[in-house]
């Protein structure tokens, strides 16, 4: 029995190594993936071997490589109207990545200004922001994109808006959060005996330390957001037509699932691959911001 408890000890730190090997390669793996999907949209123009507009009936619904009837360049198949699958998936997912970023960076910024405000303003400023943020998590926010979509318009620069509020809520609550923790450090304290302003503190003092959590956060909430805008153009409410992206080429594939489904599954592919490596990423992120958890 002693041999057995004087054993334990050695067999936790043995599992933690093998976890701890796990997700190291679990990571690579991912930033693997992210290096590669980034770097396909960026060079889509100069990798895809077609353009993504081009239509050609003659080559409707051809397979992917490897079947009979399948036409030479066309690695991934044809969709319904003879384009170039792999173009119009590298092409759909530049445009999503995009769409996703400018969301993400629209979000940050709204959410981080309304935080900080809330952190620095007591009494009604705050309680007003706060209900915001509590109606944004009350309220399911696909249901307000389509009717925002439904009634202002399909257009990029509303969409790129619509995308942009998704999240906001999540960075207004951290950044209210670690101010409000923040206001209580000493060094904050004899910065306003000092006489510094408001507007110095935030910039000197505070917005240093809301880096790390902000970087989690901005990583955290890009999946949710690609995932949003594939959802949206899946319905025909993001882009339109004949502008490619993952979520509406999904949407225009549906009907051809059953005789053609390498329309759906190239995309398909592309959006489960990007949403998962981005949570990865930010799952590895948060750990490492974290000091507790790297204690552990």
């Known amino acids: 029995m002693a041999s057995l408890v ?3 000890p050695r067999l936790r730190r043995r599992g933690a190594r093998r976890k701890g090997r796990g997700a190291d390669i679990i990571q690579t793996i991912a930033l693997v993936c992210a290096v590669l999907l980034a770097g396909g949209a960026l060079l889509a123009p100069w990798l895809t071997p077609f353009d993504p507009l081009d239509q050609s009936l003659l080559a409707r619904l051809r397979p992917p490589i490897g079947f009979d009837r399948y036409s030479a360049g066309h690695l991934a198949g044809t969709d319904e109207l003879g384009r170039d699958v792999l173009s119009r998936s590298l092409h759909g997912l530049r445009l999503t990545l ?7 960076v629209i979000g940050l910024l709204l959410g981080g200004l309304l935080g900080l405000i809330a952190g620095q303003r007591r009494g009604w400023v705050e309680d007003g922001i706060m209900s915001l943020v509590d109606m944004q998590i009350a309220i399911p926010f696909t249901l307000v994109a389509l009717l925002v979509l439904a009634l202002m318009g399909s257009s990029l620069t509303v969409l790129v808006l619509v995308l942009g ?6 960075y207004a609550r951290i950044v209210r ?3 409000r923790r923040i206001a209580a450090q000493p060094y904050l304290e004899a910065a306003h005996t000092a006489g510094a302003g408001p ?14 959590p902000l970087v989690v956060q901005f990583t955290l909430s890009l999946s949710n ?7 949206l153009s899946f319905l025909g409410l993001g882009v339109q037509p004949p502008q490619p992206s993952l979520g509406s080429m999904v949407g225009l594939g549906r009907d051809y699932m059953p005789t053609a489904p390498w329309i759906v599954l190239t995309p398909a592919a592309l959006i489960v691959v990007l949403t998962f490596t981005v949570q990865i990423l930010g799952d590895w992120l948060r750990d490492r911001a974290d000091v507790r958890l790297r204690e552990r």
């Open 98 to 104: 995009a769409l996703a970023f400018a969301g993400a």
């Open 199 to 212: 507007f110095y503190i935030a910039w000197r003092h505070v917005l240093p330390n809301l880096v790390s």
């Open 165 to 170: 509020i998704a999240g906001w809520e999540q």
């Open 177 to 179: 959060g670690e101010v």
């Open 6 to 8: 004087d054993a334990l």
């Open 225 to 231: 957001i690609v995932i949003l805008e594939s959802t």
